[in-house]
Each structure stands twice: as structure tokens, then as C-alpha cells.
């Protein structure tokens, strides 16, 4: 048997269980699309635990067998559905475990003793209270087995620094994985000279002081004759908030908000320019999107911002500065091939460190490398 026919078979004989939560499904639904259409692809089964209320429709294909947890949504039936979601991951008999969302790294530790597997581990935020960020987020100290997580898979470089100083005991264990996505053919920035030029915002509407600075430098713009369209995506406790400022700036005719929509990429393709309104905690699925589809960003450095590169894939401004804001979407208004340029550098930058191809690859090698991890 030569060594191609080694590899094919031992990627047959993988049968990785993925634990998902309510949160990976909302904000990463198409990087866990791609991921199952590459496992598929590849003619490995797949089990994904999930909770009951995720609408799993449009984003499992293959040979992937849903398993709901809890089975039972009560009080004081912890034990009962955790003993019946092994039973029925038993059932399946997985080699390997893949938790892919911080909040279920304690179920996903305690599934792998119980089951005597190994498991990788997910990590998509920074893992400390930063205090740069307009709003302040206390995580919870990541439940992480010694004997049983293989691996703490990344997307980036800075969050990447950041577990390893966390938890400089499984620095070594610590590899990145760039999110894949399918880079557009052309770009869409300024692609219609007839459209009305827009800009899209995706991002949850939790705290009015967020958009202050934005809203501001948004009216100027439109205080000096420039005609667009911005859409805000979200939703959340400040929104009643956000709207009696819209109202208060005379902007309700100018910015929509609008809840999040499904598929994505057609929500963000409507955009002209996307515009990242502060810094973020955790990789930016819809930044990695937006990008992908040719459309101009705007956005602040800080936090997980390595897709933000100045002047290459992204203009950059600073989140507390309305006169920034205003000169960094100013200039992608007046200078439309920068902004097209912009949107191409940002399309190749993709293409070069985000495919999907390379994400799947990396992720199967990373499962064969658990196993054998576990066996030593």
C-alpha cells in the first residue's frame, strides 16, 4: 500500500464529533458550512451536537447525523441528557472530538473522559478583560483537559498571543487555523455608478456609545451633500436607544436597521463599503465576508484585528475620534478607485491565507494528529 493510499485510508477511518453552540451557529454559520461540505467532500461522517433550538437546515450537508443536547430542556435533567448524549455518541463511535465554541469546552472535556478520546479545542476571542474596548466582557477561565485536548485551534495570530499567555501551559498545543471563505471574481465597490452608494454595519446594537462617534461623522457627510445609504445589522438591549439617536441627528432617512438576515453574503454584497464601528474581542466572521465579496472596509485596529491590514485590505480610523471616521469613509467616497483598490487587495489577501481548501485540509490533519497524539 503506497503513502497515498495510507492517507486515504486513515482519513476514512476518522469519524470526528463537532460540538457546537447556539453562538457558533449564529455568528459562524458559514465557516461551519464549509467546514462539513469539505468533510464531505472527503466522505468522512461527521456527528454534530447541538442545542435543540438551532436551525440546522441550511447549513448541514453530507453525511452528518444531528444530535440534539439537551434532549430534555428542564430543570434538574442535567445528568439524564448528558448520560443520553453519550449513549448516543457511543452510537457513532467517534475518534475524535471537536468542540468548536468556548462555552462548550467543559461539556466537550467532560464528553472525553467519558468516552476515552482525545478532542480539540476552538478558540475564536480573546481570552481576557481588555480594557481598550468600549464595553468590558469578563470570560471565564477555559476548562482545559491535560490529558485529553490534543490541540486549541486559532484564527489568528493575536488570539493565538493571547491563549498562550492565558495558558503558557498548552502554548505548544496551540495551532492556527485561518477561516476559509470563497473569494468573488470582481469586486462590487462603486461597481454601479447608477446605484446609490451604501454602506453596511454588522454588529450588535448593545451599546448606543458605540455608534455615537459614527452616527456623528455620518451626518457631517451627509451635511455636505453626499448621497448613500447605510444599513445597520443587529439587534440587541440598546436599540430603542440607538433609533431616538438616529431620530435626534435627522438620520432616519439616511440609516436603516434591519435584523440579521440570512444568507449573509447577499446582505453584505448590497454594501458598498463595510465599516467595522470598534474593536472586537473575536474574529470577525462578517469582516472575513465582506472582504471576500470585493467590498471596501472601514474599520479600527485593536483586539482580533489581523485582517486589518492599513492601506492594504482596509482604511483605518480611530473608533474615538468623529473627525477620523469622517476623513477615512470621506476618502473612500471621494477617491473610488482607492476604495477599489482597497476592496482587490483586500480579495487577494484572502486568497492567498483564507481558502477553504487549506482551512479543511488543516483541520483533517489537525484530527489525524489528535489521534495519534492520544495513542502515545
Known amino acids: 500500500m503506497n503513502g497515498e493510499q495510507r492517507e486515504s485510508t486513515s482519513e476514512r477511518s476518522l469519524r470526528p464529533a463537532l460540538i457546537v453552540s447556539e453562538h457558533t451557529v449564529l455568528e459562524y454559520s458559514i465557516f461551519l458550512e464549509h ?42 435533567m442535567g445528568r439524564l441528557n448528558r448520560k443520553e448524549l453519550v449513549e448516543q455518541l457511543s452510537r457513532f463511535k467517534p475518534t475524535v472530538l471537536h468542540c468548536l465554541c468556548e462555552s462548550k469546552a467543559r461539556l466537550t472535556r467532560q464528553l472525553a473522559r467519558q468516552l476515552d478520546l482525545p478532542y ?58 485561518n477561516i476559509g471563505t470563497f473569494v468573488g471574481e470582481s469586486s462590487g465597490c462603486f461597481c454601479e455608478p447608477s446605484r446609490l452608494p451604501s454602506m453596511v454595519i454588522a454588529h450588535p446594537l448593545d451599546n448606543v456609545d ?64 463595510f465599516i467595522q464601528p470598534v474593536a472586537s474581542i473575536a474574529f470577525n466572521p462578517l469582516l472575513l465576508e465582506a472582504m471576500s465579496i470585493g467590498s471596501a472596509v472601514a ?29 477615512s469613509l470621506q476618502r473612500l467616497f471621494d477617491r473610488r478607485e482607492l476604495a477599489r483598490q482597497i476592496a482587490r487587495g483586500a480579495q487577494e489577501y484572502l486568497r492567498e491565507n483564507h481558502t477553504v481548501s487549506n482551512m479543511v485540509s488543516s483541520t483533517l490533519r489537525t484530527y489525524r494528529d489528535a489521534e495519534q497524539w492520544y495513542k502515545r
Open 120 to 177: 480539540v479545542l476552538t478558540v475564536n476571542s480573546l481570552q481576557k478583560r481588555w480594557k481598550h474596548f468600549a464595553y468590558q466582557r469578563q470570560i471565564h477561565p477555559l476548562s482545559i483537559s491535560s490529558s485529553h485536548c490534543a490541540k486549541i485551534i486559532v484564527p489568528a495570530k493575536s488570539i493565538a498571543a493571547n491563549t498562550a499567555e492565558v495558558y503558557p501551559r498548552f502554548a505548544e498545543r496551540i495551532e492556527q487555523i
Open 210 to 273: 458605540e455608534f455615537e462617534n459614527l452616527f456623528g461623522a455620518v451626518k457631517h457627510l451627509a451635511i455636505d451633500g453626499y448621497d448613500f445609504m447605510l444599513v445597520v445589522v443587529g439587534g440587541g438591549r440598546a436599540e430603542k436607544q440607538m433609533r431616538r439617536l438616529l431620530a435626534a441627528l435627522g438620520l432616519l432617512q439616511t440609516v436603516t436597521i434591519v435584523p440579521r438576515l440570512r444568507p449573509w453574503r447577499s446582505v453584505l454584497g448590497a454594501g458598498d463599503i
Open 299 to 327: 474599520a479600527c485596529k485593536g483586539g482580533v484585528d489581523d485582517l486589518i491590514i492599513e492601506e492594504q485590505t482596509a482604511v483605518v480610523f480611530d473608533p474615538g475620534d468623529e473627525l477620523s471616521i469622517y476623513s
Open 35 to 76: 467546514l462539513l461540505v469539505g468533510l464531505a467532500d472527503e466522505s468522512i461522517p461527521v456527528a454534530l451536537v447541538c442545542p435543540p433550538s438551532c436551525d440546522m437546515d441550511s447549513v448541514v450537508s453530507g453525511a452528518v447525523e444531528v444530535i440534539r443536547h439537551p434532549a430534555i430542556n428542564l430543570p434538574l
